[in-house]
């Protein structure tokens, strides 16, 4: 990308509307995944919070990363198989096999986190149509540049801004180490939600990896 592509993209925008919008959903409840139930019951101690915090609520949020680099791996042309390898095209599903299996889901191609509940916004659209801008200016370049490229081809219409993740857990382990780490490097700042005191999993983490952007709170003090 050079700047040339920034300043004739930042020409050709037509319409300002830099207006930020919010998608209301019901989050009266906690939306179950896989199961899951625990989490239940904090969330309806805080869900008067949220409704009260201004931004839009997402609740089992994944980033849309995944989606928009598996359609870019689907759409190269035929390679050899060292290359669909590299490309996380293709696994051993058994590693006592020789058999090679080909991804059919973005889940077999790349590590997907979800996050219980996450706030943000959409950018406004002057930006998005910017973006889309700039990725026409790149033609083929595009595909080097993942979110512009799932712009471009429409793959997210809008682009929703995560700024502050919540995981909620009842037990300490190595799920609420994952939701640390998913937290810390899918929204602004993370908020650990736990029925007992957690602050040695976040001081671990801030002290062995540099994340210092996760806050804990404790339900029973």
């Known amino acids: 990308m050079d700047k040339i592509h920034l300043e004739n993209s930042a020409a050709k925008i037509t319409d300002w509307n830099n207006d930020i919008t919010m998608e209301i959903k019901d989050n009266s409840k906690r939306n179950k995944f896989g199961g899951e139930t625990v989490s239940a019951e904090i969330y309806k101690s805080i869900k008067k919070d949220l409704a009260e915090s201004g931004f839009q609520i997402e609740q089992n949020y994944s980033t849309r990363i995944s989606d928009i680099m598996f359609c870019i791996i689907q759409n190269v042309s035929v390679i050899d198989e060292n290359s669909k390898f590299a490309l996380n095209m293709a696994y051993y599903k058994d590693p ?3 058999k090679v299996s080909l991804v059919k889901n973005k889940r077999e191609a790349f590590y997907v986190p979800k996050l219980d509940v996450v706030l943000g916004f959409n950018a406004p659209k002057v930006f998005t149509d910017w973006l889309r801008l700039l990725a026409n200016e790149l033609k083929k370049q595009v595909s080097a540049y993942p979110l512009l490229y799932g712009i471009k081809y429409r793959i997210i219409e809008d682009l929703f ?8 857990e009842s037990k300490l382990g190595k799920h609420l180490n994952g939701g640390i780490f998913n937290m810390s490097k899918n929204a602004y700042v993370g908020i650990l939600i736990t029925r007992k005191n957690a602050s040695v999993h976040i001081d671990f983490y801030k002290r062995e990896f540099g994340l210092k952007n996760i806050l804990s709170y404790c339900t029973e003090g």
């Open 161 to 168: 801004v995560p700024l502050i993740a919540i995981e909620m």
């Open 96 to 98: 006592y096999s020789e």
